[in-house]
C-alpha cells in the first residue's frame, strides 16, 4: 500500500512539474490583437494579481505586431497602440467592414491629394488627412444627426468661425478644398493651443474647451491621461484614427482590396461669374449630370452662383480642345433665371479678391492681402501655379500684400492661342475675364 501510494504520489508530483514547466505563453495571437490569449494561459496555470495581469497584459501589447507596424508608419503624429486602437483595428477589418474600407480606399484616391495640399500649405501634418475617413468616409454630402455637414463635418457655427459660406445655393462645408482648409486651419489652432496633436484631433470631435476641462480635471496634458475625463464619443475617436491610419496602411494583412475609384479623376478647375446651372453646363458638353454634380458637391441646387465681384469654382472633367467653343456657351450663354435674389453670407477675410478685366485683352487681377501665398492664391483662382509666376515674372512662392498679380492669361479673352500645355484652368479664367468684360 504504501508502495502505492509512493508512486500515486510521484505521478502526480510529475505532471504537476510539466505544467509549470509549460510556457506561459507562446504568441499566436498578435493578429488577433489584444494579448488574450496571454493572460487565459497564465491564469490557468497560476492565479494573477490585477497588477501583475496588467503589466503582463502591457508586455503584450508592447510586443505586438500592431504596436511595430504602427511604429513604422508613425511621422508626426503620436500613434500609441493598446486595447482601444485594437478594438477599431478588429471592427475595421472584420469581415462585415472590408468592402467599405476598400470603397473608402478607392476614394482617397481622388480626395486624399486636395487635402494633402491643404495640409501642406497650412503647415501641419499630412497623415491627419486620415481623420476625414472617421468623420465622413469621404463623403462630401454626409450630415451628421447634429447637423455636422461635409467631409470634414464642420457645425454651421464653427463652419463660419473659418470663413465657410453657406447661402441658399451654396453650402461650403461640402467642398472638398474649401473644407479641407478651414480644418487645416482649426487643427493648426489647436495644436498651437495643446502642443499635442492627438489633444488636437479630439478637440476637433468635441471643442477646444471639452478638452481643456479634461485636462483640468485629470491634471495631465496627454489624450490618453484625459480620456475618461472626456465625452463618450471623443473617447473612441482618437483611437478610431489611428486605426483608420493603420487599416490605410495595411489593408493587404487583413484581406481588404482596394476598390476603383468611382470619381472623375482628371479634371480642371474654371471660374464662374454668373448663375449657371449643372445640368444645362453637362448637357452641352455631352456629361453625365450626376457625375459633374459629384465633383461640385457644395452647389446644393446644381446652380453655381458666381457673380462679378466673387466669381465660383466650377470643377468639370478635362476636356479636349475641340470641346473649348461649347464650354464657352455652356458659361457664357444666357444667364440662367432664378426666383429670387441669393442672400450671400458675409464673405471671409481670405475671399478671392474682385477680378476685373480691364477691356477683353487684360488679364483678371488680384490684389494680394497680407499672409497669402503665391499656391494659395493659384487655387482659390484653379490656376497652375507655374503660370501664375509666368504671368507675373515672379520666382519662388512670396507675395507682397498689395501686390496686384495677373490671374488669367491676358490676351486670351480676345482670341489670341493659348500656349501649348496650359490646363483648361487658363482657359477657364480667360473665359471668367471675358465675361465680365462683356
Known amino acids: 500500500m504504501r508502495k502505492l501510494f509512493t508512486i500515486v504520489f510521484c505521478l502526480t508530483a510529475l505532471q504537476s512539474y510539466k505544467a509549470l514547466a509549460q510556457p506561459a505563453y507562446q504568441d499566436t495571437s498578435y493578429e488577433q490583437g489584444l494579448g488574450q490569449s496571454f493572460l487565459q494561459s497564465y491564469k490557468r496555470t497560476t492565479p494573477v494579481p490585477a497588477q501583475v495581469a496588467a503589466q503582463l497584459q502591457q508586455n503584450a501589447y508592447e510586443n505586438s505586431a500592431f504596436k511595430i507596424r504602427l511604429d513604422s508608419i508613425q511621422k508626426d503624429v503620436q500613434l500609441d497602440y493598446n486595447e482601444y486602437v485594437q478594438a477599431f483595428i478588429n471592427n475595421y477589418t472584420s469581415p462585415n467592414r472590408r468592402g467599405e474600407m476598400g470603397r473608402v480606399m478607392g476614394l482617397s484616391k481622388y480626395y486624399f491629394p486636395i487635402y494633402e495640399k491643404a495640409f501642406r500649405d497650412a503647415g501641419i501634418p499630412d497623415e491627419i488627412k486620415y ?138 478647375t474654371v471660374m464662374v461669374n454668373k448663375f449657371v446651372s449643372i445640368n444645362n453646363v453637362a448637357r452641352i458638353l455631352n456629361l453625365d449630370a450626376n457625375e459633374l454634380a459629384k465633383l461640385n458637391p457644395a452647389y446644393t441646387q446644381r446652380i453655381v452662383n458666381g457673380t462679378t465681384k466673387a466669381p465660383r469654382r466650377m470643377v468639370i472633367p478635362q476636356l479636349g480642345k475641340e470641346k473649348y467653343s461649347l464650354l464657352y456657351s455652356a458659361l457664357n450663354g444666357e444667364s440662367l433665371s432664378v426666383s429670387a435674389q441669393p442672400v450671400y453670407a458675409s464673405l471671409p477675410d481670405d475671399a478671392p479678391a474682385e477680378a476685373v478685366a480691364v477691356n477683353k485683352s487684360a488679364a483678371a487681377l488680384h490684389t494680394v492681402k497680407r499672409g497669402e501665398t503665391l499656391s494659395g492664391i493659384a487655387d482659390k483662382y484653379g490656376i497652375d501655379l507655374e503660370d501664375l509666376r509666368i504671368w507675373n515674372n515672379i520666382r519662388g512662392n512670396k507675395a507682397l500684400p498689395g501686390q496686384r498679380l495677373k490671374v488669367s492669361a491676358p490676351g486670351l479673352a480676345a482670341g489670341k492661342s493659348v500656349k501649348t500645355g496650359k490646363e483648361l484652368a487658363t482657359l477657364g479664367n480667360a473665359i471668367g475675364a471675358a465675361g465680365m468684360a462683356n
Open 131 to 268: 481623420l476625414s475617413i472617421v468623420e465622413s468616409q469621404l463623403n462630401p454630402n454626409a450630415v451628421s444627426r447634429v447637423g455636422a455637414t461635409g467631409p470634414w463635418q464642420f457645425m454651421y457655427s464653427t463652419a463660419k468661425m473659418y470663413g465657410l459660406n453657406m447661402n441658399n445655393y451654396v453650402d461650403e462645408r461640402r467642398d472638398p478644398i474649401q473644407a479641407s482648409y478651414a480644418a487645416a486651419a482649426y487643427l493648426k489652432d489647436a495644436y498651437q493651443e495643446f502642443g499635442d496633436w492627438l489633444l488636437a484631433i479630439a478637440s476637433y470631435n468635441c471643442g477646444k474647451n471639452s478638452v481643456e476641462r479634461a485636462m483640468q480635471q485629470a491634471n495631465a496634458v496627454d489624450f490618453w491621461s484625459i480620456r475618461q475625463y472626456l465625452p463618450a464619443e471623443t473617447r473612441g475617436y482618437v483611437p478610431a484614427f489611428i486605426a483608420t491610419m493603420y487599416v490605410m496602411k495595411y489593408y493587404n494583412q487583413h484581406g481588404i482590396m482596394p476598390q476603383a475609384c468611382n470619381m472623375t479623376m482628371n479634371t480642371d
